[in-house]
């Protein structure tokens, strides 16, 4: 842990600036971590009430699509990295900054159709996929398959831009669009439970992870994770996912979704960036994901994750009116609360953590705590 101090306040006072492109929750949390690492961390977003320019004195409205901004933004950072893996790459590549993850990556990643490609490419286990307008072939996937999930290439996320295709009326309406070259079509992969683990490598080359999660899905969004879990395929995969970001010269914190479908872990999903999965680290290990990231990105060395209880576990709290949501106070759990300005259904308004004995004891403590909100 001394090595890593010590190079923290050889970042402080080196009075290194990092710039985080977008204002919601992810990037406001990427803000407080990096206050109490005693980093000075500026925002670019479009809106002073958004969840991290509420956080930080460091705000700069604009838009990171704007060149003339990011422009702007970059000349006052020394780096700069993204809550969100949708930043516009063409843009970004005009404005001299380093970026990390680097440009190469955010751009490889965020298109599910290269991310696929760059996945088969390197050996990685990942559903049978096409990309083709040709209904013929489609068909015939669809055949083979017994149904397949499409996905848009860009901008898909908690389900937005899925189609699930199970039935012949689904394929028919899914023939139907004009727009299926934006797609890339997956097979449809039953599974017994979705996994999700965390990793992280360091610009030193320093490869760490997290502990295995699952995670369950409501309405197509994170609705609670626990862990730590396991699976006979866990420590396999996890030495091919070091490897593959060794090759790609990856740098920071990166998610791999997964599907267990019992004799296999297959990657249903990477997301270039902190995760949503791995927000329950901002209480059950003593070096979170977001503060992890920003390790990563200056090049410090990483002391082992030491995990603060057995078990941990968090749900997110989701919006399911238009009115002000009411809060507890917590009693088995922690509240961490993004300050949204609206409520909505199905937006994700702020999560609860806690810990426990076991993953199970944990998250029906957090289950016990969400009877108390109404959101």
């Not at 704007?66 to 950072?77: E, M, R």
């Not at 106070?329 to 999560?351: A, F, I, T």
């Amino acid at each position: 842990m001394k090595t890593t101090e010590t190079s923290i306040k050889n970042s402080i006072r080196n009075n290194i600036k990092i710039g985080v492109l977008g204002g919601g929750q992810l990037a406001r949390m990427l803000c407080d971590q990096g206050h109490k690492m005693g980093l000075e961390v500026h925002v670019l977003s479009q809106h002073k009430n958004d969840p991290a320019a509420l956080v930080t004195r460091h705000w700069h409205k604009g838009s990171y699509t704007n060149l003339k901004d990011l422009k702007t933004f970059a000349a006052k950072v020394d780096m700069i990295t993204y809550e969100s893996e949708f930043a516009d790459t063409q843009v970004l590549k005009q404005v001299k900054s380093k970026y990390v993850p680097s440009l190469k990556n955010i751009s490889t990643l965020q298109d599910r159709l290269t991310q696929k490609i760059s996945l088969t490419k390197h050996k990685l286990p990942t559903s049978p996929f096409i990309h083709t307008s040709d209904e013929m072939l489609i068909t015939q996937f669809y055949k083979k398959y017994k149904g397949f999930v499409a996905k848009k290439r860009m901008f898909g996320y908690d389900g937005y831009g899925t189609v699930i295709v199970k039935n012949k009326k689904q394929l028919d309406a899914f023939l139907k669009l004009s727009d299926k070259d934006n797609y890339i079509i997956e097979a449809f992969i039953p599974f017994k439970r979705e996994l999700s683990i965390i990793c992280a490598r360091t610009s030193k080359g320093q490869f760490i992870h997290y502990p295995t999660i699952e995670s369950v899905q409501k309405d197509a969004k994170c609705f609670s994770v626990k862990g730590p879990v396991t699976h006979s395929k866990s420590s396999t995969l996890i030495k091919k996912l070091k490897n593959y970001l060794t090759k790609i010269n990856y740098v920071g914190v990166i998610a791999f979704e997964l599907f267990d479908n019992n004799n296999d872990l297959i990657i249903n999903e990477v997301a270039p960036r902190v995760h949503n999965t791995g927000h329950h680290t901002l209480d059950s290990f003593a070096i979170d994901q977001f503060s992890l990231h920003l390790h990563c990105l200056l090049g410090h060395k990483v002391p082992a994750l030491q995990p603060y209880n057995k078990g941990f576990a968090m749900i997110n709290l989701i919006g399911s009116k238009k009115t002000r949501p009411k809060l507890t106070v917590c009693k088995q759990s922690k509240l961490h609360w993004y300050e949204k300005k609206d409520n909505r259904p199905g937006r994700k308004m702020g999560h609860i953590n806690s810990m426990s004995s076991s993953a199970d004891k944990a998250l029906l403590n957090c289950k016990k705590d969400l009877k108390g909100f109404d959101l």
